[in-house]
């Protein structure tokens, strides 16, 4: 049988616009494109501004994981400017930052993905008492007979790995539901100390603004507890549940696994010293986990040979913005990041490996290989570390608080210097986050950022090896070419947020591609 080839266009459920293209032979995927389709121009807009303003303009890269780009861009005016945060700021931005863990995840896993692992139809055949369950069961037989089933649809066609049992289905559909108000509640609490939400406002360089108070911390602790108690019994039991039970097979066979080497920067002070972070840094090569190697930033480069820009491959401090639209052999507006020149994953799987997480580390030993279903748990494992850290956070915060005279910000380091550099590392939800940043005249003179999904969906580099998705997808068994499920499964395991990657509609045509597939 002939090679067929698949165009899914854009990938729906998840931030910005990518498109996946695939070649199918005898049922498997056997090669694959990722092309990021607008492109991003936040960086040659900071040229020649204050760097104070960067951490406002690099906020708005995206609306689902804004304040990351903010707390990268701070870390690196930390380092440009000399700034020493001191323990009780680094405090509020682990809590500001730590909530928006918390709703990501949890949007990540019920609102953009579980769609893929569930009939919902077969909530029809609901013939249960639960009240809640009933209503949900009226909700949506409703919209099906009003023609009005968006946001659960479109979606692809329902195969033997779905979990198919009326009472599971409804459950998790009155979970996705009931996710929403704890994802309002966890951005809510980030606001708290972040001064608002999105894009917080309190969180500058050398520290923090808004000084807290003990009713501040109560108010955080009580919306924490609601929203530990979804991810405890609810939100946790279900990424177990669906990943150990229909999928088990897929996670067995290593479903989406790609290239196997995993980098981390590591994140969230611990102490004041900096000598312990919730999440270590390292980079895994070819899943050699006896062997991680310290993270060194030197070793980051940027390809460019597949990508609509001008250049070469460099290092983010000396990388340009410069669109190419005509270049012969570019399909994509990310970039080609490498770490010793090896295309890597990021993202929770990597941190949780690079951690040696013991949760983990036992699924791997009962069979489950890196890939999709992998991801799912490593997401679910560190929000509970991340639930677990927020509260010894807030029990630091208070002994600090109660101390006369304590201090949030760095005063003395708050006007741009002359000239200088700095990079700011931070693993956000979606993965390794990096900004980087030259200062001349006070002015900014270059300021680049390497984003998760530029890691995960880049094109191929200058030696034409895969982007992480791209090599994720090979071997994808495809058994119905006109329900490609496996591969949207895999590509929204890593939870792309294109709009951090790429930015600017094309200004020619002033248009989106159609869908292609759902």
């Given at each position: 049988?002939?090679?067929?080839?698949?165009?899914?266009?854009?990938?729906?459920?998840?931030?910005?616009?990518?498109?996946?293209?695939?070649?199918?032979?005898?049922?498997?995927?056997?090669?694959?494109?990722?092309?990021?389709?607008?492109?991003?121009?936040?960086?040659?807009?900071?040229?020649?501004?204050?760097?104070?303003?960067?951490?406002?303009?690099?906020?708005?890269?995206?609306?689902?994981?804004?304040?990351?780009?903010?707390?990268?861009?701070?870390m690196a005016l930390d380092e440009a400017f000399g700034a020493t945060v001191p323990w009780a700021g680094t405090l509020l931005r682990?809590?500001?930052?730590?909530?928006?863990?918390?709703?990501?995840?949890?949007?990540?896993?019920?609102?953009?993905?579980?769609?893929?692992?569930?009939?919902?139809?077969?909530?029809?055949?609901?013939?249960?008492?639960?009240?809640?369950?009933?209503?949900?069961?009226?909700?949506?037989?409703?919209?099906?007979?009003?023609?009005?089933?968006?946001?659960?649809?479109?979606?692809?066609?329902?195969?033997?790995?779905?979990?198919?049992?009326?009472?599971?289905?409804?459950?998790?559909?009155?979970?996705?539901?009931?996710?929403?108000?704890?994802?309002?509640?966890?951005?809510?609490?980030?606001?708290?100390?972040?001064?608002?939400?999105?894009?917080?406002?309190?969180?500058?360089?050398?520290?923090?603004?808004?000084?807290?108070?003990?009713?501040?911390?109560?108010?955080?602790?009580?919306?924490?507890?609601?929203?530990?108690?979804?991810?405890?019994?609810?939100?946790?039991?279900?990424?177990?549940?669906?990943?150990?039970?229909?999928?088990?097979?897929?996670?067995?066979?290593?479903?989406?696994?790609?290239?196997?080497?995993?980098?981390?920067?590591?994140?969230?002070?611990?102490?004041?010293?900096?000598?312990?972070?919730?999440?270590?840094?390292?980079?895994?090569?070819?899943?050699?986990?006896?062997?991680?190697?310290?993270?060194?930033?030197?070793?980051?480069?940027?390809?460019?040979?597949?990508?609509?820009?001008?250049?070469?491959?460099?290092?983010?401090?000396?990388?340009?913005?410069?669109?190419?639209?005509?270049?012969?052999?570019?399909?994509?507006?990310?970039?080609?990041?490498?770490?010793?020149?090896?295309?890597?994953?990021?993202?929770?799987?990597?941190?949780?490996?690079?951690?040696?997480?013991?949760?983990?580390?036992?699924?791997?030993?009962?069979?489950?290989?890196?890939?999709?279903?992998?991801?799912?748990?490593?997401?679910?494992?560190?929000?509970?570390?991340?639930?677990?850290?927020?509260?010894?956070?807030?029990?630091?915060?208070?002994?600090?608080?109660?101390?006369?005279?304590?201090?949030?910000?760095?005063?003395?380091?708050?006007?741009?210097?002359?000239?200088?550099?700095?990079?700011?590392?931070?693993?956000?939800?979606?993965?390794?986050?990096?900004?980087?940043?030259?200062?001349?005249?006070?002015?900014?003179?270059?300021?680049?950022?390497?984003?998760?999904?530029?890691?995960?969906?880049?094109?191929?580099?200058?030696?034409?090896?895969?982007?992480?998705?791209?090599?994720?997808?090979?071997?994808?068994?495809?058994?119905?070419?006109?329900?490609?499920?496996?591969?949207?499964?895999?590509?929204?395991?890593?939870?792309?947020?294109?709009?951090?990657?790429?930015?600017?509609?094309?200004?020619?045509?002033?248009?989106?591609?159609?869908?292609?597939?759902?």
């Amino acid at each position: 049988m002939g090679k067929q080839r698949i165009t899914i266009d854009p990938v729906t459920r998840i931030e910005g616009h990518l498109k996946i293209e695939v070649e199918v032979k005898n049922g498997k995927v056997v090669d694959a494109w990722s092309s990021g389709t607008m492109a991003r121009g936040f960086e040659a807009m900071l040229t020649g501004k204050d760097p104070r303003d960067a951490p406002y303009v690099t906020s708005r890269f995206c609306g689902v994981c804004f304040s990351v780009h903010q707390y990268a861009s701070i870390m690196a005016l930390d380092e440009a400017f000399g700034a020493t945060v001191p323990w009780a700021g680094t405090l509020l931005r682990n809590l500001s930052m730590g909530a928006e863990y918390l709703y990501d995840h949890i949007l990540h896993f019920y609102q953009l993905t579980a769609l893929d692992y569930i009939d919902i139809m077969a909530i029809a055949e609901y013939q249960g008492s639960d009240a809640g369950l009933n209503a949900v069961k009226g909700k949506i037989l409703g919209l099906v007979g009003a023609k009005d089933t968006f946001p659960l649809t479109p979606r692809y066609e329902p195969d033997e790995y779905c979990v198919k049992d009326p009472e599971v289905v409804t459950s998790a559909v009155k979970h996705y539901i009931d996710a929403l108000a704890i994802n309002a509640k966890a951005r809510n609490m980030g606001a708290i100390f972040g001064g608002r939400t999105p894009h917080y406002q309190s969180l500058v360089v050398g520290g923090c603004t808004q000084y807290p108070d003990l009713n501040m911390v109560a108010k955080f602790r009580t919306m924490l507890d609601e929203v530990a108690a979804f991810i405890k019994d609810i939100y946790i039991p279900d990424v177990m549940a669906f990943g150990t039970g229909p999928l088990m097979p897929l996670a067995k066979a290593g479903l989406g696994g790609g290239h196997l080497n995993y980098l981390s920067y590591g994140s969230f002070m611990m102490d004041p010293e900096g000598k312990e972070k919730l999440w270590p840094a390292g980079f895994i090569k070819e899943l050699d986990l006896d062997n991680m190697q310290a993270f060194d930033q030197q070793k980051i480069t940027e390809s460019v040979k597949y990508g609509w820009y001008n250049g070469s491959t460099a290092h983010p401090y000396d990388g340009k913005q410069e669109f190419n639209l005509d270049k012969k052999g570019a399909y994509s507006f990310v970039k080609a990041p490498r770490y010793e020149g090896a295309s890597v994953e990021v993202g929770p799987l990597a941190r949780m490996l690079v951690a040696k997480d013991p949760t983990l580390l036992d699924l791997v030993g009962k069979g489950v290989k890196p890939g999709v279903v992998a991801r799912h748990a490593s997401r679910a494992i560190e929000t509970q570390q991340v639930v677990d850290a927020c509260y010894k956070w807030l029990d630091l915060l208070t002994a600090e608080i109660v101390k006369p005279g304590f201090e949030i910000h760095d005063t003395d380091h708050w006007q741009p210097p002359a000239e200088g550099q700095g990079a700011g590392f931070f693993e956000a939800p979606r993965g390794a986050l990096g900004h980087w940043i030259k200062v001349k005249d006070k002015k900014i003179e270059n300021y680049q950022a390497v984003v998760p999904s530029t890691w995960n969906a880049s094109p191929r580099d200058d030696a034409g090896v895969r982007g992480q998705y791209e090599e994720s997808l090979i071997g994808c068994p495809v058994p119905d070419v006109d329900n490609p499920i496996n591969v949207a499964r895999i590509i929204r395991s890593f939870d792309p947020c294109l709009g951090c990657a790429i930015h600017i509609i094309d200004p020619d045509s002033n248009e989106l591609k159609k869908f292609v597939v759902q």
